[in-house]
């Protein structure tokens, strides 16, 4: 995921105590072409199918505070689920090519 992240233009963190999801902090990191939300959301979820065989997103973006999107994944592991919290801090206009 980390991998697919940077190629998106985006660094990738994990926050929060693990105990019911996985939640993810995806910040923009390079000066340019940084990839969409929605490019970045297909990219990770791509990566989990990669390893785990199954993957997918549920509902729409949220809005959150300061400016975040929030987006639910769902990855597979045999017959184990795990949610993956993504919020991703939006890149500012004139970093977009």
């Known amino acids: 995921m ?3 992240a940077k190629e998106a233009g ?9 105990n019911r999801d996985i939640d993810l ?12 939300k929605e490019a970045l959301l297909d990219a990770l979820v791509g990566a989990v199918r990669a390893v785990t065989g199954r993957c997918g997103s549920s509902g729409g973006w949220a ?3 300061h400016g975040r999107f929030a987006h639910i994944l769902m990855a597979w592991c045999g017959e184990s ?3 993956l919290d993504l919020s991703v ?3 500012q206009e004139e970093d977009r090519p």
């Open 25 to 36: 902090v995806a910040v923009p990191w390079t000066e340019f072409n940084v990839w969409s």
């Open 89 to 91: 801090v939006p890149a």
């Open 63 to 65: 809005s959150k505070p």
């Open 2 to 4: 980390r991998r697919a």
């Open 81 to 83: 689920t795990a949610n």
């Open 10 to 18: 985006y660094a990738l963190t994990v926050h929060g105590s693990l």
